[in-house]
């Protein structure tokens, strides 16, 4: 049986294609954006939070790590992530619930059975099923399992990717997927590389091989300040979309949040957007007329 | 002022004037008036002896009489129920001492103070000496039996507002009252009088009834002369028109049908304020106002009389003035029903009896009405079903989405069959409507009371269950689960847990009702009220007042509290002790008795916490809850109500949780739960989740709540959901709300509410009152301003699982 590794699922997702869905964040990912917000989903292993405000210092945990590689803080206790081992058997000791395992093996039939019991919910409001992450693609014998069956069903699936995959994997994939959320971060190689630690080659072909295929598509543009917001290459980004041709449906726009910097501290990692602001109100509107000046159905946030 | 989706055309709706009364009635400040208790105090004086319908009569017609009457500044609705704004008479009839001993600290209370001036308190006092050993309550207290007090000591029972007050609860039949005026039911029962084979009783209550209804002629004509006064002295040209048309209309309103829109609205208005002046029950309802007034607005809307706009104005001056009325009570009545609600429903839309869609222009301008008016009462419902336009809910949304809690849908689909368990042909089953906050009652057909009576501590059941019969705290021990004495007892399998769960729960249903039987009895001396039962089917026709036998129907839905958190908590106890092995019940229940305090007590509790949880669509605890369910409505119908035998239909029991506030206090009472819930902290609302257990959205909690026998809670069902504000934004958003909502119609859902407010807000508004006047919050089937809630009940708002996506 296909098994899985899943973070979380998400009901009543209305931000993941349309209506409401059930949003599957995958673990593991190919990228290395800066202002990831999932950042428990970046290890295909899953994370392990702690939060150390749940801690009454009982010192269990201390004893059962590896010498000295957890100890007592202030508040909670300091893990040397590093050296302390595997965490699992630490956080079923723990009697605080201060870890928590961030995800979970999951086979497909489980997985769909969940996924249907929101029949109604999808089927009254349009909406359907998205796979997230992560970089959901990197999974994808476990997609391909799930959403054929959801599909089988007669369920609307989407797949949200980065698009970071071997042209034929993604699209086997496509076979079973109705809609594509398809991330563009940087149109210039070297934005993209200094932002999400990958080249982008590869995501721009494959964004060009969905279109000739026909796919439908959501295109999803982050903009974080100081980071990809540069206007040349917004520029660039939006007549790349423009070249793409009718298959693309939408572009969203995302302006930058860090709703997820919270979590990098429980997962013992630092953040380096920590305070880079938001992005204004103007531009994010300013960038949107860009786009439908190009013809592009713009939204600002999906 | 932005309407929701209503463009008006003209100036005939006086948006600015609506915003100077909204904030006029919003910055009310609670009183108490004396008027009523000295009039009533005094008129019983003078008809001692006499049948007590006419001396209830009387007193009604006198206090009518009597009474202070001011015409609302601005408003176009008018009728007082004391002497200022807000300010709750008093009725020593039903209870008396708790006004005497509480009267210092009514201004004190943490919250639903009432500000009380030494005059007052003085008149108050003078006529406590008269009252001692007369009220309902005493009555109450003399008959109820010594095993109820104990099942008091054990907090398992809590004797209900209805052991110290009226009943209230009644829909009046409007297109009756609408059609005959108070004048002509005053001539039915002038007929009924010449008829010589009447019984005593039935001659004692037409009379009275010709009473009542002579009084409300005169209280109304007194507002003629007022009115035309006022007009007189008035320097706005415009306000001195409206009071002298509203002097001319006085002056022969009610003494036969309603002649227009704007009479029909004032007509249900003020048999609703006559009703609360007569007895001080809450729950007073309007039923399905837009289907009623309709034929009214059709008229004259065709014949040019009456504009949308002007509809408009009528019906939010309506809104805004039933939030003119008060009710003291108790604190620790209070404490089950914080935000001075008096729970007045309004229902609109739904299927019409004969299943065509009743949606029309009154339930888009009600919503309008809400918008416009944002305050606590009417506790205003729009029902829904596979037909309903989807327009209407996009304006239910939209309302929704300002926060302030109002409206609540009920889903037709589910409803209907849930009135249908009782027996109603569809025809009538489809004619329901809420009454007080999510209980069901067939408008003019129900004769009092739908819920709420006596409560019923589920949550301190199962903790007797854990400790064979006998509550930890009071010592106190009814039932001897294994027959021995003390609290130890073993449970071999879960099979024997549950048999233990439906012994207890049986013997104290048992005892409710024993305890409901005790006040109904004392009230059908006390709540002989022949105004209000002229109001509704049958009375009339048989001579008999609603609390002896005068309904149609007649059905009580006794109130449980804690469903889920029994449910969560045999589920952890079958999961954990009997399938997994993991602890053993005597481990369970040390980490009880201690709550869960010390290292072994936090691993105990990881464990319970970590079992199945009602809200997120597992099966496993799903169905324990559905049982838990199962075994309360399987009791239920073998119990009847006093009326029983005397003429209504029914006068059984049905299942509701509308348990309003109860659910904080209760807790209190509660030890730590084997679903980890920590002692005193709040049992869970109506059907909802408990606190936090729901981890898994808003569709996983549609679907636990889905699989509940939702078709035969014929009391009512309470489904409270909060949102955060950022998941109705946009046009986008709201559209897959209302889809949501809609979508309940195809998930067994009875009834749903709605808080859109994040918890830093209410967390400030806690913290800084002052400036959060007007935040309201949707409690438990009715709405309040958060400010005048208890901390307790505001913790336990604040608490509630934020679906925040």
């Known amino acids: 049986m296909v098994q899985g590794r899943v973070s979380k699922l998400q009901r009543y997702a209305t931000k993941d294609g349309p209506g409401l869905r059930t949003t599957v964040f995958m673990t593991g990912c190919n990228l290395r954006c800066k202002w990831c917000a999932n950042p428990e989903m970046l290890n295909a292993k899953g994370g392990m939070f702690y939060y150390k405000e749940r801690c009454q210092h009982c010192g269990i945990c201390v004893q059962m790590a590896a010498l000295g590689t957890i100890t007592f803080a202030e508040i909670g206790c300091a893990i040397d992530r590093e050296h302390c081992g595997d965490l699992e058997p630490i956080k079923d000791a723990c009697p605080f619930e201060a870890y928590e395992s961030t995800s979970q093996l999951m086979d497909c039939e489980t997985l769909v059975h969940k996924l249907l019991r929101d029949r109604e919910f999808y089927e009254n409001s349009n909406g359907g099923v998205t796979f997230s992450g992560g970089e959901a693609g990197l999974q994808d014998d476990f997609l391909y399992a799930c959403a054929a069956k959801l599909r089988q069903a007669g369920i609307h699936t989407a797949l949200d990717t980065a698009g970071l995959l071997e042209p034929q994997r993604l699209l086997r994939l496509c076979q079973v997927f109705d809609l594509v959320l398809y991330d563009i971060k940087a149109f210039d190689a070297d934005i993209h590389k200094r932002c999400t630690g990958v080249d982008n080659t590869l995501i721009l072909e494959n964004a060009k091989l969905l279109c000739k295929q026909k796919m439908p598509m959501i295109v999803r543009m982050i903009v974080v300040p100081g980071m990809n917001d540069d206007p040349a290459d917004i520029t660039a980004r939006l007549q790349f979309v423009k070249s793409l041709g009718s298959s693309v449906k939408q572009v969203d726009l995302l302006p930058y949040h860090n709703l997820g910097e919270g979590k990098y501290d429980k997962l013992g990692m630092t953040y380096e957007l920590h305070d880079i602001g938001k992005m204004s109100d103007e531009r994010m509107e300013a960038i949107k007329q860009e786009g439908q000046k190009l013809g592009l159905h713009m939204t600002i946030g999906g | ?805």
């Not at chain 2, 055309?9 to 910055?27: G, P």
């Not at chain 2, 009514?106 to 008269?130: I, W």
């Not at chain 2, 022949?530 to 007042?545: D, E, H, I, P, Q």
């Not at chain 2, 010390?598 to 605890?621: H, M, S, T």
Request: glycine share 8%; hydrophobic share 35%.
């Open chain 2, 1 to 805: 002022m932005k309407c929701l989706s209503f463009q008006p055309k003209n100036n005939d709706c006086d948006f600015e004037r609506i915003a100077r009364f909204q904030k006029d009635m919003n910055i009310r400040t609670a009183t108490l008036c004396a008027e009523r208790a000295e009039i009533i105090t005094r008129s019983f004086q003078e008809t001692e002896g006499e049948p007590i319908v006419i001396r209830r009569a009387k007193a009604f017609a006198d206090i009518l009489k009597e009474m202070t009457i001011y015409i609302q500044k601005d408003s176009l609705i008018i009728g007082n129920q004391a002497c200022r704004n807000f300010a709750a008479p008093v009725f020593p009839e039903y209870s008396y001492d708790w006004v005497i001993e509480e009267m210092d600290e009514f201004a004190h209370r943490s919250g639903d103070s009432f500000q009380v001036d030494e005059a007052t308190k003085q008149r108050l006092r003078a006529l406590e000496g008269y009252w001692i050993g007369k009220t309902h309550k005493d009555e109450v207290l003399k008959n109820l039996p010594l095993i109820n007090r104990e099942a008091e000591k054990q907090s398992v029972l809590h004797r209900g507002g209805i052991s110290m007050s009226g009943d209230g609860h009644i829909i009046p039949n409007h297109d009756f009252v609408l059609k005959y005026g108070f004048g002509g039911m005053r001539d039915i029962a002038k007929e009924k009088l010449t008829h010589d084979d009447l019984t005593e009783e039935q001659r004692d209550f037409y009379q009275a009834s010709i009473l009542a209804m002579e009084g409300a002629l005169t209280y109304i004509k007194r507002f003629s002369e007022l009115a035309l006064q006022e007009a007189k002295h008035c320097t706005d040209e415009k306000r001195a028109k409206e009071l002298e048309a509203l002097g001319e209309m006085f002056a022969t309103f009610m003494e036969g049908g309603a002649r227009s829109f704007h009479e029909a609205v004032e007509a249900v208005y003020m048999t609703h304020l006559l009703m609360m002046i007569e007895s001080n029950g809450h729950s007073f309802s309007f039923g399905r106002f837009d289907q009623y007034v309709w034929p009214y607005y059709q008229a004259d809307i065709e014949s040019g009389k009456l504009s949308k706009e002007k509809a408009l104005e009528i019906i939010t001056h309506f809104f805004i003035m039933t939030n003119s009325l008060n009710k003291i009570r108790p604190w620790d009545h209070t404490q089950y029903s914080g935000g001075y609600p008096l729970y007045s429903n309004l229902m609109v839309s739904g299927l019409k009896p004969n299943g065509e869609d009743g949606t029309n222009d009154i339930s888009y301008l009600c919503l309008e009405a809400m918008n416009l008016s944002m305050l606590p009462e009417p506790n205003l419902s729009v029902r829904f079903h596979e037909h309903t336009p989807h327009s209407l809910m996009k304006d239910a949304a939209k309302l929704i989405r300002k926060g302030f809690g109002m409206p609540s849908i009920f889903c037709d689909e589910v409803c209907i069959p849930a009135m249908q368990s009782l027996g109603l042909d569809l025809a009538v089953a489809r004619d329901y409507a809420s009454m007080g906050c999510v209980e069901t009652a067939i408008p003019g057909r129900w004769g009092h009371r739908a819920t709420g009576m006596t409560y019923v501590n589920f949550g301190k059941i199962l903790e007797l269950v854990m400790n064979n019969g006998m509550d930890p705290e009071s010592g106190v021990q009814l039932v001897k689960l294994n027959g021995e004495p003390g609290r130890d007892i073993h449970y071999e399998s879960y099979e024997e847990i549950w048999q233990a769960w439906e012994k207890l729960l049986a013997f104290y249903t048992g005892l409710a009702v024993d305890c409901d039987l005790v006040c109904d009895r004392s009230l059908k001396y006390h709540d002989a009220d022949a105004f209000a039962s002229c109001t509704v089917n049958s009375s009339l026709a048989r001579g008999k007042t609603l609390k002896n036998g005068g309904a149609e129907y007649d059905y009580v839905s006794s109130s449980s509290i804690g469903m889920s958190v029994v449910g969560d908590s045999l589920a952890a106890i079958k999961k954990l002790v009997f399938e997994d092995k993991k602890l053993t019940l005597q481990q369970i229940r040390d980490a009880m008795d201690h709550n869960f305090e010390g290292l072994e007590g936090a691993k105990i509790r990881k464990l319970c916490k970590q079992a199945p949880k009602f809200g997120n669509d597992d099966d496993y605890v799903d169905e324990i809850v559905a049982d838990v369910y199962e075994s309360y409505l399987k009791l239920l119908p073998s119990f009847k109500t006093d009326r029983y035998g005397k003429g209504p239909i029914g006068c059984t029991y049905t299942m509701s949780t509308s348990n309003i506030t109860s659910y904080v206090p209760n807790g209190f009472e509660v030890g730590a739960t084997p679903d980890g819930r920590l002692a005193t902290k709040p049992l869970n609302e109506g059907a909802s989740p408990c606190l936090g257990a729901d981890k898994e959205g808003p569709t996983a909690v549609i679907n636990s709540i889905s699989k509940l026998p939702n078709k035969r809670m014929a009391g009512g069902q309470l489904l409270n959901m909060r949102f955060s504000p950022n998941a109705l934004d946009g046009e986008e958003n709201l559209e897959k709300f209302t889809r949501f909502m809609e979508a309940g119609r195809n998930k067994n859902i009875f009834h749903n509410q709605f808080n859109i407010v994040d918890s830093e807000t209410l967390k400030k508004a806690k913290a800084h009152p002052e400036e959060y006047p007007d935040l309201m919050v949707r409690v438990a089937g009715y709405c309040a301003l958060f400010s005048t809630l208890m901390p307790e009940a505001q913790d336990a708002i604040i608490a509630r699982t934020e679906l925040s996506w």
